[in-house]
């Protein structure tokens, strides 16, 4: 694995041999506050594997939590699975530890293969997890990061396609897990013809008699004439092949880390296709477990009432608009739309007093 490329303040790699847990932590970066992103729980070939999604991941949080605006940082974590089975309480209770060691410096959550019964069971051991949905507080993301994804889906579309509505446009949907199913939900609503398809066909099954998609086989969906593709499943989905032949206008899904290499995101743009870049619009979910963390820190004690929906509400609605001012500086510029995302990230990361942000990023 080329580690030139990554620049990481902390990666933490674990095995407890009680417990055969085995896990990855990487912090990315604590400039804007205490990293945060989730847990995910998969079945890797290898130990490289899991070090090189886990630092792309946890990278992509930082964009992510810059851009959305919240006082976090960006860090992910991976427990290694050798089966697909839950991973066991006193697993969970170990991970707890391990975030304990930290000492506050990561904030996990739910991810792929890790719900929110997994984040109780590591909050017995930790304070440093959220999305617990205690006192009808946050809880699961996939709904927020779902519906973020909606917005910013229908956004690009505008953009690209001079539509307002969804009615009649085509997309095709990959993944069908917490967030994609909802995503069906928001896009059967809008009158869009939905293609969908999962590598469990009970998932298939289930979007055809719920919203009355139309499920294809995994390796079909691409071949679609369509006019949105929506990842939703795993990561590096677009390859420099799928960004040569896709027929789709329209990139924008929830999965993290699409783009294989930043190199597909020219190829895309070179073909006129408009990439959502991911870190954008999936960060409903994160500003959701961020909100509910600061909730249990007792940050918004004095206006409990008021400030859920707005402060959750207000940044998951600017999804849209932030990537509206993306596309057109990637427009106007002539370059990807993910070098665009990318630098406006880096510049809010970089920027001085960041304490002071903190602090008014909380307040408003
Ligand atoms: P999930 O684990 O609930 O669902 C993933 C689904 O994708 C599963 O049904 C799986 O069978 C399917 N899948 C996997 N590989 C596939 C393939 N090659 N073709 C078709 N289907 C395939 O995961 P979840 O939570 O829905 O997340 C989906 C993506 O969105 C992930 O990349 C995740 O990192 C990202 N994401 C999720 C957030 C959340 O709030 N859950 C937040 C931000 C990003």
Redesign the pocket.
């Known amino acids: 694995m080329d580690l030139q490329n990554f620049d990481h303040e902390q990666v933490v790699i674990r095995r407890d041999d009680e417990t055969g847990l085995v896990g990855i932590i990487a912090l990315h970066s604590t400039r804007l506050g205490p990293a945060t992103g ?1 847990c ?1 729980r998969w079945r890797y070939v290898d130990l490289d594997a899991a070090k090189y999604d886990v630092l792309r ?1 946890s990278e992509g949080m930082t964009l992510k939590n810059a851009l959305a605006g919240i006082p976090f940082g960006g860090g992910k974590s991976v427990i290694l699975a050798d089966n697909n089975q839950r991973p066991t309480a006193a697993q969970l209770q170990c991970f707890g530890t391990w975030l304990n060691d930290l000492q506050g410096r990561y904030i996990t959550a ?4 890790m719900g929110v019964a997994e984040m109780r069971l590591i909050a017995a051991a930790s304070p440093y997890v959220s999305g617990l949905g205690e006192r009808g507080i946050g809880g699961d ?2 709904p ?2 779902a519906y973020g994804v909606f917005l910013g889906l229908k956004a690009a579309v505008q953009y690209k396609l001079g539509v307002t509505q969804l009615h009649g446009v085509r997309i095709g949907v ?7 199913m909802v995503l069906c939900h928001w896009l059967a609503r809008s009158g869009a013809e939905v293609w969908v ?4 066909a009970s ?1 298939i099954a289930l979007a055809e008699q719920k919203y009355g998609a139309v499920g294809v086989a ?1 390796d079909q969906l691409m071949q679609l004439e369509m006019d949105v593709f929506a990842p ?4 590096g989905i677009i390859t420099e092949q799928i960004a040569n032949e896709l027929k789709a206008v329209v990139v924008a899904g ?3 880390n699409q783009l294989a290499t930043s190199a597909c995101g020219d190829v895309l743009a070179a073909r006129g296709i408009l990439y959502a870049p ?1 870190f954008v619009i ?1 960060a409903g ?2 500003i959701s477990v961020a909100h509910e963390y600061l909730m249990h820190q007792g940050m918004f004690a004095d206006k409990v009432d008021h400030s859920v929906e707005r402060w959750v509400g207000g940044r998951i609605d600017s999804i849209a608009h932030r990537l509206v001012d993306i596309l057109q500086i990637a427009e106007d510029e002539g370059c990807s739309t993910e070098s665009v995302a990318r630098r406006k990230a880096f510049a809010v990361i970089n920027r001085p007093s960041v304490e002071r942000d903190v602090k008014t990023a909380v307040a408003a």
């Not at 990959?174 to 994609?180: A, E, K, P, R, T």
């Not at 398809?197 to 469990?200: E, F, G, M, Q, S």
């Not at 939703?232 to 990561?235: F, I, S, T």
């Open positions: 989730g995910r991941l739910e991810d792929v293969g993301p996939s927020k990061t990959q993944g069908l897990g917490s967030v994609g398809t999962d590598l469990d998932r995994p939703c499943a795993m990561g929830a999965a993290n991911d999936n979910g994160v």
